[in-house]
C-alpha cells in the first residue's frame, strides 16, 4: 500500500483543502502515516500570506527533503500558485509543484492514479472533536497588500446541500464543533443565499451542538445583489446576526466573530484598499455586542503600512480600547512582490523596520491587558464550552462558545472530545481555570 504524508501552513483553508486531499487518497488505498520517513509521497499545502510564512514553507520542504530523501515532495496551493504565476525560484528539493486551479486533479495525474467519487466524507476531522468545512474559496476585493487575492483568483461558493452533508456526516464520525472557513466568508453567495442564511440553514437542518466561524469582512454582506445596497445592507445583516444569536443559534452559534479590521485610520483604511471606514466598523461592533452579550470579537492589525503615520498609528490604538477585542492578531507589514503596496511603497513612504517593531509591541501590550479584562469580566459565568481529552497536560484544556481557551480544575478521563457547560473560576498568569458544571444534552444522548 502507498504511504502518504500531509504538512499543512497557514490558514484554516488550508487545512481544510488537505483533509479533503487525505480524503480522496483515503479512497484510492493509499494510506496516511503519521512519520514522514515512512511515506512514500509528501505533500507540503504552503502559504505564502507573509515574507515569514513563505520562508517556513521552505525550511519545511528542507527538513522533509532531509528525512526523506526517497520520497516524491509535492508542493501544492498558495506558494506553487504564486511562483507559476508571478514568477521566483522553486525551492531545492522540490519534485512537482502545483498551484490552486484544479491542484488535486494534477496531484492525481502526476502520482498516476484515477480519482473515484467521494461516497463518504465521514473520517474528516480537524483535530480533537473538530469538522472544518470550507465553504468559499476567492475573494475580489483590491486590498492592495494581499497576495493571496492574487494566487486564489476565482470565486467559488459550496453549494448549501453539500455544506450540510458534509456537517451530517463530519457529526457522524464524531465531530463535536463544526468550523466554517473560507477565503472570505462574506462573499459566499449561492442561489440568492448569503453566509448568513447558511449558518441558519445549518442550524435548522443538522444537529450541531457548537458552530464556529472564520474571518469576516466587516461589511459581513459583500455577493449578489446585497452589495449593490451599500452599508445600510451590512447593518440590516448584523441584525440579522443577532437575531439568529438569540434565536436557533441561541447556545449552538458560537459568539465569537474574526472581523479582519487592519487599521484604525481612514487614510491608512483607503491606502489599503479596504472597502469600509473606520465609522462602518464601529457601528457593527455596536450592534453585536448589544445584541449579543459576551459575544467576543477579534481582529487581525497590520502595523507599519506605507504610509503609516503616528498619528494614524494612534488612530489604530483608540479604535482597539473603543472597540475592546479580545484578542488582536497582530502583523508587521510585509512586502509582497506583485501587489500595489509594494510598488508603491516608496512612494506612499516605507516604514523602518524599527518602528513596526516599536508599534507592534505597544499594540502587543494593550492586546494583553484587553484580552486579560474580557476574561476577568467572564469570571463566575457558566458557559457553553468544548473540553478536550488530555495529552500531555496536568489537567485538560477547552475552549468556551465565545473563544475564551480554560483548563479544568480537576481533570476528567475522556477518550474524545465533549461539549459541557463549565464555569469559569479563576484568572492566573497561565490563563482561566474552569470547573465542569454538566454535559450538554447531545453529549448525554
Not at 450540510?164 to 463535536?176: D, F
Not at 502595523?303 to 473603543?322: A, I, M, S, Y
Not at 474524545?416 to 458544571?437: F, I, N, P, S, T
Amino acid at each position: 500500500m502507498n504511504k502518504f504524508y500531509i504538512q499543512t501552513l497557514g490558514c484554516r483553508l488550508n487545512q481544510a483543502e488537505s483533509e479533503e486531499l487525505a480524503q480522496k487518497l483515503l479512497t484510492l488505498d493509499w494510506q496516511l502515516v503519521s512519520d514522514p520517513t515512512q511515506a512514500d509521497l509528501i505533500v507540503i499545502n504552503g502559504c505564502v500570506v507573509t515574507h515569514k510564512a513563505e520562508r517556513e514553507s521552505r525550511q519545511v520542504v528542507r527538513r522533509l527533503r532531509r528525512l526523506n530523501p526517497r520520497a516524491q515532495l509535492v508542493a501544492v496551493g498558495c506558494w506553487g500558485e504564486k511562483v507559476k504565476r508571478l514568477g521566483g525560484r522553486v525551492p531545492e528539493g522540490i519534485d512537482y509543484l502545483i498551484g490552486n486551479q484544479d491542484k488535486w486533479q494534477e496531484l492525481l495525474a502526476f502520482i498516476g492514479v484515477e480519482p473515484k467519487p467521494i461516497q463518504d466524507l465521514a473520517q474528516r476531522q480537524s483535530g480533537p472533536g473538530r469538522g472544518l468545512i470550507w465553504i468559499q474559496k476567492g475573494c475580489s476585493n483590491q486590498c492592495s497588500y494581499c497576495l493571496t487575492r492574487l494566487v486564489r483568483r476565482t470565486l467559488v461558493s459550496k453549494p448549501a446541500e453539500q455544506v450540510i452533508a458534509e456537517i451530517n456526516q463530519a457529526l457522524k464520525a464524531g465531530a463535536q464543533e463544526i468550523v466554517l472557513t473560507g477565503q472570505n466568508l462574506s462573499q459566499y453567495w449561492y442561489q440568492g443565499w448569503s453566509w448568513i442564511d447558511l449558518v441558519a440553514l445549518i442550524l435548522e437542518k443538522t444537529p450541531v451542538g457548537l458552530l464556529r466561524l472564520g474571518s469576516i469582512n466587516p461589511l459581513l454582506v459583500e455577493f449578489g445583489p446585497i452589495k449593490r445596497t451599500g452599508f445600510q445592507a451590512t447593518l440590516k445583516a448584523a441584525r440579522q446576526l443577532v437575531a439568529l444569536y438569540q434565536g436557533l443559534g441561541r447556545d449552538r452559534l458560537a459568539r465569537h466573530l474574526h472581523l479582519s479590521c487592519q487599521s484604525g485610520s481612514d487614510r491608512v483604511l483607503a491606502l489599503m484598499g479596504r472597502n469600509y471606514r473606520r465609522r462602518h466598523f464601529e457601528q457593527v461592533a455596536r450592534v453585536l455586542q448589544a445584541g449579543v452579550p459576551g459575544i467576543n470579537l477579534t481582529t487581525d492589525i497590520i502595523v507599519g503600512f506605507p504610509g503609516e503615520t503616528e498619528t494614524d498609528f494612534q488612530e489604530t490604538l483608540d479604535l482597539v480600547r473603543k472597540v475592546a477585542f479580545g484578542k488582536i492578531h497582530i502583523f508587521r507589514y510585509s512586502t509582497r512582490q506583485g501587489t500595489l503596496a509594494a510598488e508603491r511603497e516608496s512612494a506612499w513612504g516605507r516604514v523602518t523596520e524599527g518602528v513596526k517593531r516599536e508599534r507592534a509591541q505597544q499594540l502587543s501590550q494593550l492586546e494583553q491587558r484587553q484580552r486579560r479584562r474580557f476574561w476577568r469580566r467572564h469570571l463566575g459565568q457558566e458557559l457553553s464550552a468544548i473540553i478536550w481529552p488530555q495529552t500531555s497536560q496536568t489537567t485538560n484544556q477547552g475552549l468556551t462558545d465565545n473563544y475564551l481557551p480554560f483548563r479544568l480544575v480537576r481533570p476528567l478521563a475522556l477518550d474524545r472530545a465533549a461539549l459541557a457547560r463549565v464555569k469559569l473560576v479563576a484568572l492566573d498568569q497561565e490563563g482561566l481555570k474552569a470547573e465542569l458544571v454538566e454535559f450538554s444534552q447531545s453529549q448525554k444522548r
